[in-house]
């Protein structure tokens, strides 16, 4: 009792806010826990800054694997991973998400016999030119412990022939952590604009990486900002390719880039925002719990319940629908919507509770 050793792997940003409450859960049990970051994101500003203010434990280990083709960076991983668990011998892994850190270390993990929880397990985008649904779906497959945000996670993994056993719905984890740091977060709103500002993140290949689809959300973006002040914080890659691809941002003050916000200052300025626009997964989420309309620029989305229940709007890569929507957001008949069953700040407590009850199973 009390000696089960469980290892958490992290990797990039959106990890980062899924394995603290979990960390801390398991940490009330008197778990042994170990926490490896693969190095994937390495940035202050993409990693340091948000351990500091999660308060999460320093990484016993960094595998400083950095950038690359998806290859060689999943390569990277599974090839330092591997030495880690046969040195450290960890009773169960827990990988976060669908970034390649998660199904790199899954797949070690898998080889060696070694049990695999995956937290945010069953979600789909049916679009198998995201990099992130093929981790999502290899990911699944092969672990041994599927916890689900939403319930049409487990009806996709049930679909995918995963064996129910296996499958515990237990809520979303992205929302302990917004939870407990609401109320830090709202006393750094100061950052927001005093007047009505739309707030706006891209990062996915399908949006950035080719230039006209960048060149024309941005001067979409730039159009909004005439009825609204748009606020960007650019993430490296976005960054990156506006320069490489020379897209044009009047400098009027109206639209203004910014280095990508540390957890709470970002959560402070969505919850003040008037809308929200973006390709995030996670801002899908924290958007419906908040109640702030977003329009996400996606032909799908792996989280269905934003738009069913939240506040959540696809408009995909029709930038006609994306301006008459932030303009209907404006007139104050934005979508309203409803926090989903099971997004209470109480995930990860139900995610121990399953993995102590495994252990004695075992
Ligand atoms: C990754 C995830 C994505 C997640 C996103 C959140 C995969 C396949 N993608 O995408 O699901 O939504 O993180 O941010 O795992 N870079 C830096 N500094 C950093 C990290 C990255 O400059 O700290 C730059 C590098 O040039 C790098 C590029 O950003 O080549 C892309 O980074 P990468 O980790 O490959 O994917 P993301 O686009 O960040």
Redesign the pocket.
């Given at each position: 009792m009390g000696s089960m050793h469980v290892l958490h792997v992290v990797?990039?940003?959106?990890n980062f806010m899924k394995a603290a409450p979990v960390l801390s859960a398991l940490a009330r049990r008197g778990l042994r826990q170990t926490l490896v970051h693969t190095g994937?994101?390495?940035?202050a500003?993409?990693?340091d800054v948000f351990f500091q203010q999660l308060e999460l434990p320093a990484p016993d280990l960094n595998l400083e694997v950095?950038?690359?083709s998806?290859a060689l960076?999943t390569a990277q991983v599974m090839m330092r991973f591997e030495d880690v668990v046969l040195s450290r011998r960890p009773d169960l892994v827990l990988v976060y998400?669908?970034?390649?850190?998660?199904i790199a270390a899954t797949l070690v993990c898998a080889k060696l016999m070694v049990p695999v929880g995956h937290v945010e397990a069953g979600l789909r985008s049916f679009d198998r030119t995201m990099?992130?649904e093929i981790?999502r779906l290899l990911t699944d497959q092969i672990a041994d412990l599927l916890f689900t945000p939403s319930a049409d996670g487990d009806e996709n993994l049930l679909r995918e022939g995963v064996a129910p056993g296996k499958i515990h719905l237990v809520g979303n984890v992205m929302i302990d952590t917004l939870v407990r740091f609401l109320p830090k977060a709202t006393q750094q709103s100061g950052n927001a604009p005093s007047e009505p500002f739309a707030l706006v993140t891209l990062?996915?290949?399908s949006n950035v990486d080719e230039g006209g689809m960048l060149k024309r959300i941005v001067d979409t973006l730039v159009t909004i900002s005439r009825d609204v002040a748009v606020l960007f914080p650019v993430?490296?890659?976005t960054?990156?390719r506006i320069s490489a691809f020379g897209v044009r941002i009047p400098d009027d003050g109206r639209m203004q880039l910014l280095e990508p916000m540390p957890y709470l200052q970002f959560l402070g300025v969505q919850r003040r925002a008037t809308a929200v626009i973006t390709d995030?997964?996670?801002i899908q989420e924290e958007t419906t719990y908040l109640g702030v309309p977003c329009l996400t620029v996606r032909e799908n989305t792996e989280r269905p319940v934003t738009t069913t229940v939240g506040t959540n709007i696809l408009v995909g890569e029709d930038m006609q629908r994306l301006e008459s929507e932030v303009k209907r957001i404006l007139a104050g008949k934005g979508k309203q919507g409803q926090v989903p069953p099971l997004w209470d700040g109480h995930a990860a407590e139900r995610i121990a509770d399953v993995v102590r009850s495994w252990e004695h199973r075992k």
């Open positions: 990797g990039a940003r959106p994937q994101h390495y940035d500003n993409m990693s950095g950038s690359g998806h960076q998400g669908d970034v390649n850190s998660t990099p992130e981790n990062h996915r290949p993430h490296p890659r960054r990156q995030s997964g996670g």
